[in-house]
């Protein structure tokens, strides 16, 4: 009977590391893979915040990230232009880059000049801020997005 019990309780135990190897994957602080949702954004003036902008009305915007690639989707009930793009992406050196291979009719206006689109990283388990950088390096817009998966 007791080697019974002691058998029960290693394959518990064996469970519980399990299922706590598999949420560890998402704790990876430097971990883009999973899906997010913007919260909020930061307008800077001179690296400074200047101005706050929520995401009021229903506005929405998720970004999806899986072995290298991106997709993200923005919903806008008072703008009546589809918003989504999908492409590959990389982190390195605190840096994010994305390059669109399709997107909306409205963001391909936008790919077709600029090729890459790169920022300023920063993460968290549960959170990442992506910055916009100006040709002097100084911050003038940030996205900080939630993890929902």
Known sequence: ??????????????IILLSASQKGNH???K??????ELQYQL????NEVLDTLYNLNGYRQVKMYSKGKVMWTRFNPTDSNEWFGYGSYEVKDGMLEEQLEYASN???KIVDTVQVFRFQLETTPDTFTQTSLDEEGKKYNSEIYKRLE
């Open 27 to 29: 704790s990876d602080a």
């Open 43 to 46: 307008i800077y003036d001179n």
């Open 1 to 14: 009977m007791k080697k019974l019990v002691f058998l029960a309780f290693l394959a518990c135990t064996a």
């Open 31 to 36: 971990s883009l893979e999973g899906v997010w």
């Open 106 to 108: 409205a963001m391909m």
